[in-house]
Nanobody
Framework: QVQLVESEGGLVQAGGSLRLSCAAS????????MGWFRQAPGKEREFVAG????????HYVDSVKGRFTISRDNAKNTVALQMNSLKPEDTGVYYC?????????????????WGQGTQVTVSS
């Protein structure tokens, strides 16, 4: 069974930066596409960023383009989300997710594995 464990999030002021990481264990990480999702209170879980199995392709929701960067290290079974120029609307619980496919998806139901989530709060 694949397990995904996110690093601790945190509280950051608007304009600041935060880096999230996710460590995978128990599966063949190098053939899984990975993604980051977030969920704000009272809202549905939304796609933030995705990366293909080898890191060759990435995709972002429009609201984070140019500010967030997803990356992966298959040798270490990790995926990271570097978040810069954070805004209050980036606040939410961030989830790392993996799917048994090589290509990116933006749909939560297409992911097979989920981390426990980590809170990111951006103050204005």
């Amino acid at each position: 069974q694949v397990q995904l464990v996110e690093s601790e999030g945190g509280l950051v002021q608007a304009g600041g930066s935060l880096r999230l990481s996710c460590a995978a264990s128990g599966g063949t990480f190098s053939v899984y596409a990975m993604g980051w999702f977030r969920q704000a209170p009272g809202k549905e879980r939304e796609f933030v960023a995705g990366i293909s199995w080898n890191g060759g392709m990435t995709h972002y929701v429009d609201s984070v383009k140019g500010r967030f960067t997803i990356s992966r290290d298959n040798a270490k079974n990790t995926v990271a989300l570097q978040m810069n120029s954070l805004k209050p609307e980036d606040t939410g619980v961030y989830y790392c997710a993996g799917r048994r496919a090589i290509n990116i998806s933006t749909t939560p139901r297409r992911f097979d594995y989920w981390g426990q989530g980590t809170q990111v709060t951006v103050s204005s």
